[in-house]
């Protein structure tokens, strides 16, 4: 109750009995519950509208797990060629989309994403 009363979040919505990271880590409890309703609605509409255009990638607990899912799907569009799994490389590319309303549709391969941070780096 005092890690609530002093606007932190609780250790154990943060870290399992083991001592494991199990959820994201954020400075206030403010910050932790907007971001686990962002969250939360991301999955919702994803659930109740189908696939959207462009996904949250912060918004994932497990964003690689996100990845290796979007390359399986790339791997069975081309079964065909027998591309296999390990074959596949990722291929980042910047486009010119300021705000998410202008993603209209879902690339014909992979996947758009939002939400990336740059530490450290300049463009």
Not at 43 to 52: D, E, K, M, T, V
Not at 58 to 84: C, D, I, Y
Not at 91 to 118: C, I, K, M, N, W
Request: glycine share 8%; aromatic share 18%; with cysteine.
């Amino acid at each position: 109750m005092n890690d609530i009363f002093n606007a932190r979040v609780p250790g154990p919505w943060l870290f399992t009995p083991g001592g494991d990271e199990f959820s994201w880590i954020l400075p206030t409890l403010g910050l932790w519950f907007a971001s686990l309703l962002e969250r939360d609605m991301q999955n919702r509409q994803w659930l109740n509208s189908g696939r959207p255009n462009s996904y949250w990638m912060t918004g994932f607990f497990n964003p690689q797990g996100f990845l290796t899912g979007m390359k399986q799907e790339v791997t069975r569009m081309h079964k065909a060629q027998s591309w296999a799994l390990d074959d596949i490389t990722y291929y980042t590319e910047v486009t010119d989309f300021e705000r998410l309303e202008q993603v209209r549709s879902a690339p014909r391969e992979g996947v758009y994403v939002h939400g990336l941070y740059f530490d450290g780096c300049r463009w």
